[in-house]
Each structure stands twice: as structure tokens, then as C-alpha cells.
């Protein structure tokens, strides 16, 4: 059973930058896209910025694009999601998704939270 495990969440100060990473553990990964979405509080979950994990092609939310850059490391398995030039309504509890077959994303991970300070 493969499962999604996101870490490097924490509370930064508005301007500032975090990386979070997802890995794919278990059995050979290989879905046709990964995503992150985010949730904040009292709001519905939101897509972030995906990648098709064939080509390396990445899509992104109007509200985070060219701040945020979402990359691959088929080797390990693994997505990350570089944000840059933090803002307060960026904080949210972030999640990752895999699109695993023909369909919804069908398996997430745990979500990690970031908080940005203004």
C-alpha cells in the first residue's frame, strides 16, 4: 500500500520561504499526476499546483504563481513545493495528492500546516 508522508511545514514570517516535501512510500509509484492543495481554516481545500509525473509539467493556481514551484525526484519518489515570498493568507494546512489511475486524486497524505506571521 503506498501511503503520501509531507513534511517541513512550520511558522515563518511573511516574505520568507519553506519547502515542503512529499515522499511516495511502499510499492513502485508511478501515478499520471501529483498536486498539492491546502486548506485553511474554515475554508474549503484548495489546489495549490500540480505536475504531471511523466513529463515534469506543472500547473498552478493564479494566487501562487511565481511564487511557488512544484518539482519531482522520480528517483525518490518524491514532490516538493517551493514557496517563496510567503504571504498571511498562505497559511493553511498543505496537503499532497496522487492521481493514480483515470480520475480524482485517490491518495493523499497527512497534510502539514504552514503559518506565515505578518
Known amino acids: 500500500q503506498v501511503q503520501l508522508v509531507e513534511s517541513g511545514g512550520g511558522l515563518v514570517e511573511s516574505g520568507m520561504s519553506l519547502t515542503l516535501s512529499c515522499a511516495a512510500s511502499?510499492?513502485?509509484?508511478?501515478?499520471?499526476?501529483m498536486a498539492w492543495f491546502r486548506q485553511a481554516q474554515g475554508k474549503e481545500r484548495e489546489f495549490v499546483a500540480g505536475?504531471?509525473?511523466?513529463?515534469?509539467?506543472?500547473h498552478y493556481a493564479r494566487s501562487v504563481k511565481s511564487r511557488f514551484t512544484i518539482s519531482r525526484d522520480t528517483a525518490k519518489n518524491t514532490i516538493y513545493l517551493q514557496m517563496n515570498s510567503l504571504k498571511p493568507e498562505d497559511t493553511a494546512v498543505y496537503y499532497c495528492?496522487?492521481?493514480?489511475?483515470?480520475?480524482?486524486?485517490?491518495?493523499w497524505g497527512q497534510g502539514t500546516q504552514v503559518t506565515v506571521s505578518s
Open positions: 511502499g510499492r513502485t509509484f508511478s501515478p499520471y499526476n
Open positions: 505536475l504531471w509525473w511523466s513529463s515534469g509539467t506543472t
Open positions: 495528492a496522487a492521481q493514480t489511475g483515470i480520475g480524482a486524486y485517490d491518495l
